[in-house]
């Protein structure tokens, strides 16, 4: 592709013989947000180390702008890094930290000046310059880092959870922030992230990742409502995820009950993964359910109830803004287009079952959900 | 940090205050008396001014100190770099051989190094014999009593209160920090520069300090290795106190002290301002 700035052939990792990277290939375009996702250990640092440099793959090319850069070292590559704790010079004061890169090169002082306190402006950090680094708070520290960075002029950027030790509130304004910094720049980002919310919000386009393997590449809307198996489904939003038999060309069977759906090409009774997502089934009556079953919680959300449903021993999550009582019996309906099927993978069968589900849980079995971040100040 | 309660913080630096008191705060207080006053007790200053007849012994104190305190730095700190680099085993066996000499006694050492360095000690006896077999008759180098004995001697004995301070901090610079700097273009030379040795500062300021401090106060090497050829402030600071080579003068002993603890809180300012200069250029003209 014309376009393509970086790609990635065939790239194998592997740590004390252990496989990071399984035969990687991803081709970036110019001027996109693209994120890595997954969880971690899945290897999306990984990969943004070796696009950054510093990092040599045990096998496979990286291609910059048409030229095989494996051989180039990090301080000559044209790509720049926001590291996830920041990683600023604390010897240096605001302003010294984002000139830094262009003492570097030598440039001539008026234009460090100029350039700096453009940068700053960017960030939102006009009349910082001489502050001490130490002295900003997370969000600030950040936004030196990202001038930091984009003052070099930098053709790539690369982000590695970047907004990791932010709080919620302000990590949704850096989300902002941080696309609309993209989209005037014109520059490429990548930025890696287990947050899939983020991932959906920011990027064009998103690759999911997982045990050092591309599972999906695609736009946010098409990860999300075509995942290709249990593992992008479960991972990517709240998923519904049972077993079911592909009948015919859009007419699928689970749960003991017949659909239409808006898939074909499968064989004729294939075994397949079908997905449906929690806010896309309507609760109705009992008699006039496609499904029927009992509800065994309901917990309320704010914008929604979280109602599990026990259909068959398999509990199904829907989303409703109707409220509903543990133990009613109540009958779901699904349209067609809230069906999505998947073929069988090595993930069928082990996401995507609501039966031992509770928040809590799912925090504790997430390494990446930290405790609440603790400031050394 | 959970801040302690008023209580529980005085109890717990009773202990050291008192001590401080007793052992520090009160000596001062002496130094201070009898630097001010004569043999009968009533104020003078003759004593500080009787210390101008000193300069000399003064300046080559600090004169010997501060070459030793240098050649200490350029002898830690690749040294100390290079331990800092290492994987963390070895790290810890380096670190255990730095300070083995601190094991032994500091006389037995400096003892060791006469035995070393006299005119009929192990190097000049080596050379001679060897030399003699080639049939060079030849007469020895006379290295003890000489300043460089001195120096050799500070050196050997200050050099781990050196190295130490500055692996401190140099194992504790950020690895990502380091991976910044090359992100953003910096070679091997530029990230030691620029990073490395501004952030290293604070270790090379306590290493100097306590290289220098003992060093230009020290008699007890210039007395073994200088052989009574070199007095050193120290040294007369001693013959005041103790009179091994004339009469008994705390007066002028303790002005002699005085001065040189003003001394070297000068030379610490002076050092303490680098290190509170964090950014020489200055920054932004805002």
């Known amino acids: 592709m014309e376009n393509t700035i970086i790609k990635l052939k065939n790239i194998n990792v592997s740590f004390d013989g252990e496989q990071i990277l399984k035969n990687l290939n991803l081709d970036i375009e110019d001027k996109e947000f693209l994120t890595l996702l997954g969880p971690s250990g899945c290897g999306k640092t990984t990969t943004l180390r070796i696009i950054a440099g510093f990092l040599k793959p045990d096998s496979g090319d990286v291609v910059f702008g048409g030229k095989t850069i494996n051989g180039v070292p990090a301080h000559k590559r044209q790509v720049n890094t926001i590291f996830q704790r920041y990683a600023l010079f604390t010897h240096l004061n605001v302003f010294e930290n984002v000139a830094f890169g262009l003492r570097i090169r030598k440039r001539p002082e008026k234009e460090i000046v100029k350039s700096v306190r453009e940068m700053l402006e960017l960030v939102n950090l006009k009349g910082f310059e001489s502050r001490d680094v130490n002295s900003l708070s997370g969000g600030q520290q950040q936004r030196v880092a990202i001038a930091r960075a984009l003052v070099v002029k930098p053709k790539v950027l690369l982000l590695d959870e970047p907004l990791g030790a932010l709080d919620l509130k302000l990590r949704k304004d850096m989300q902002n922030e941080l696309k609309n910094i993209q989209q005037r720049m014109g520059i490429t980002f990548i930025y890696v992230t287990h947050d899939q919310e983020e991932a959906l919000s920011m990027s064009d386009k998103i690759v999911v990742m997982d045990s050092g393997v591309i599972q999906q590449i695609g736009t946010p809307i098409d990860i999300y409502n075509e995942p290709v198996n249990a593992f992008v489904a479960d991972f990517i939003g709240e998923s519904n995820i049972v077993d079911g038999i592909m009948r015919e060309d859009y007419v699928c069977e689970f749960s003991g009950h017949t659909f239409k759906c808006l898939d074909k090409g499968f064989r004729k009774n294939e075994a397949v993964d079908v997905v449906v997502r929690p806010e896309d089934v309507d609760v109705v009556s009992y008699e006039q359910g496609m499904l029927r079953g009992r509800v065994t919680s309901v917990t309320f959300k704010g914008v929604h109830f979280e109602i599990i449903v026990d259909i068959g021993g398999f509990k199904w999550m829907i989303q409703s803004t109707d409220e509903q009582f543990v133990g009613d019996n109540i009958g779901l309906y699904i349209e067609p287009d809230a069906i999505h099927i998947m073929k069988k993978s090595e993930y069928s069968g082990l996401y995507g079952d609501f039966s031992s589900y509770s928040e809590e849980f799912d925090e504790l079995s997430d390494v990446n959900a930290e405790p609440e971040e603790v400031q050394d100040e | ?286």
């Open chain 2, 1 to 286: 940090m959970n801040k302690l309660s008023a209580k529980t913080r005085i109890t717990l630096t009773a202990p050291f205050t008192v001590w401080m008191a007793v052992f520090v705060v009160v000596p001062i207080g002496l130094v201070l008396f009898y630097a001010l006053t004569d043999a009968s007790g009533s104020f003078t200053l003759q004593n500080l001014s009787s210390i101008w007849a000193y300069r000399k012994t003064y300046v080559l104190s600090l004169e010997l100190a501060f070459v030793a305190t240098v050649l200490c730095l350029l002898l830690a700190y690749p040294l100390a770099y290079s331990i800092s680099k290492m994987k963390a085993r070895r790290q810890q066996t380096m670190v255990l051989l730095v300070m083995l000499p601190m094991w032994m006694n500091f006389l037995i050492r400096t003892y060791a190094w006469m035995t070393i360095l006299e005119d009929t000690g192990l190097i000049n006896t080596f050379l001679k014999s060897f030399l003699s077999l080639f049939g060079f008759q030849f007469q020895g180098f006379s290295m003890i009593n000489t300043n460089g004995a001195i120096i050799l001697g500070m050196v050997y004995n200050f050099l781990p209160y050196m190295i130490l301070p500055i692996y401190t901090v140099l194992t504790k610079i950020d690895g990502s920090v380091i991976e910044a700097a090359k992100d953003l273009g910096a070679d091997g030379f530029n990230i030691f520069t620029r990073v490395i040795l501004p952030q290293s500062v604070p270790g090379i300021i306590s290493g100097i300090t306590m290289v220098f401090v003992p060093a230009v106060s020290t008699f007890i090497i210039s007395k073994l290795l200088g052989g009574g050829m070199t007095f050193l402030i120290g040294d007369i600071i001693e013959n005041y106190f103790l009179g091994n080579t004339g009469e008994v003068n705390y007066n002028v002993g303790a002005a002699l002290s005085l001065v040189l603890m003003v001394l070297i809180l000068i030379s610490m300012g002076i050092m303490n301002r680098f290190d509170g200069e964090k950014d020489p250029k200055g920054g932004a003209p805002v």
